[in-house]
């Protein structure tokens, strides 16, 4: 039996982590579309809250993870290892082509993917969906978990970004196109004239021929 292409999911910021409705929407879309789906939790997040975060208000969240600078880093470098892991999984126990393992994140997934991406080797590509540089709440991260130091080494393999022209929490001018700029060939941006949300029906559908392209 030929081995499978695989996606690693990282969702945004919600209580629920991977069973949020948009990582729902996209773990069914992708599966759906013949792909084998590893959503996970990230640390603090669905099955792996902690006391750390009670109400997941973005206020709570940026006082007490996002805004301080040592937990933080030490929040995107347990992601980082966790993605790591989940790739093992895929390929060692699901049979996943551990040439066709890409990585997608969604809002606040999309900003650690970035980092992820550019840290985890072995990712065939990265699709970053409403994600950026920093969120509208952000004050600081220390140079090891900040997005734009790591964006860069994506290539030679290739990057999708897919955001909103009226996103005010990452915002256009300030926080994406910094970021992409950053990036190098071969990437691709779609805009999308919304604020912060899923990806539209025309740009899932957009994410799944971009995939399909590019992990034969």
């Known amino acids: 039996m030929p081995k499978r292409p695989a996606v690693i999911l990282l969702h945004g910021g919600g209580p629920a982590g991977k069973d949020l409705p948009g990582a729902k929407v996209m773990t069914e879309l992708l599966a759906r579309a013949g792909w084998d789906v590893l959503a996970m939790d990230m640390p603090y997040f669905g099955e792996r809250a902690t006391s750390l975060l009670t109400t997941f208000t973005e ?23 966790d993605v790591g ?8 126990e699901r049979g996943a082509d551990p040439k066709r393992i890409s990585l997608i994140g969604e809002s606040r997934g999309a900003v650690v993917g970035a980092i992820v991406g550019g ?18 709440l952000e004050r600081e991260h220390l140079p090891a978990a900040c997005p734009a130091n790591y964006i860069g ?29 950053l990036a190098k060939a071969p990437k691709l941006i779609l805009w999308a004239d919304t604020g912060h949300q899923l990806p539209t029906e025309e740009h899932r559908a957009a994410l799944l021929k971009w995939l399909r392209e590019h992990l034969k």
Not at 85 to 92: G, H, T
Not at 119 to 136: I, K, M, Q, S, T
Not at 153 to 172: A, E, F, Q, W, Y
């Open 153 to 181: 080494r994506l290539s030679p393999r290739p990057l999708l970004m897919i955001n909103g022209t009226r996103d005010t929490d990452l915002v256009k001018d300030t926080s994406v196109l910094p970021l992409y700029r």
């Open 119 to 136: 840290a985890e080797r072995r990712l065939a590509a990265v699709a970053l969906l409403y994600g950026g540089h920093f969120d509208a």
């Open 85 to 92: 892991r989940a790739f093992d999984l895929l390929v060692e």
């Open 59 to 81: 206020q709570e969240k940026h006082e007490r993870l996002y805004n301080q600078p040592s937990a933080y880093l030490d929040w995107v470098t347990q992601v980082v290892k």
